[in-house]
């Protein structure tokens, strides 16, 4: 199975943006991706201001929606359409990943983990100022092959992509929008460690960087397998590359050194 991940770069202009996703789209189905991932808040520039202006339901007529089912539908392809700022009946927001396959809505996820953090003189962000957190880890099914999503900040947190790994999943991926401040210390490390951790690959999408936004992006998109290697990283520029699963190494690695089995059998222990 081929997976294009698609580090597009974010405008001021929604418009802007969507062309950018759709351009890369293409550029990942041109080298015959099945399952395309865009980065975190693909469709704007990445606020606490623009969340609450752009937030949408996720519904037909709406237009994040409408144009990730259109893409996925015109490609036939399933399509892990980033994160978009999602507006319930009950007036919360959400940071949603929605996923689509060849135009259908089949599945989305809500960021468990909200970004807050305060790092002197550097960045002060707090998301659920404005966003409500999701409680319910998402995975579906592709090619015989169960995928996790996570959402950014959910990278820190081990015990998420191990629940996933116990579930099943063979492949986590992480729409991001990583800060520029923490990128250069945590990025790598933590997408080698959740890899590590859940022995399955982690494809983590962020944002190309742009210095003349206020909110500025690592890039560095990145591909891990589940031995924690790289596969690949791009640099900071927009850029879409394709990745190819290679089932039998999850099964390889797991059988090598069996720590899902061990973990179901000690749970006990803690």
Known sequence: MKIGLCQTMIQKEMDKNLESASKHIAIAHEQNAEMVILPEMFAIDYSLQNIKKSAQKLKSGEKIYDFLSEQS?????TLIGGTVAELTD????YNTCPIFKNGEFIAKYSKIHLFDVDIKNKITFKESSVLSAGD???TFDLNNTKIGVAICYDIRFA????KMADLGCEII??????????????????????ALDSQSYVCAVCTARNMELDYKTYGHSIVCDPYGQIVFQMGIEEETRIFEFNKNRVKEIREEIPMVNWRKANKACW
């Open 73 to 77: 539908k015109k490609y036939n392809i």
């Open 90 to 93: 009950d007036n919360k927001i």
């Open 136 to 138: 319910k880890i998402t």
């Open 159 to 162: 015990e998420q992509a191990i």
């Open 173 to 194: 991926v992480y729409p991001t929008a990583f800060s520029l401040v923490t990128g250069p210390y945590h990025w790598e490390l933590t997408a080698r460690a959740r």
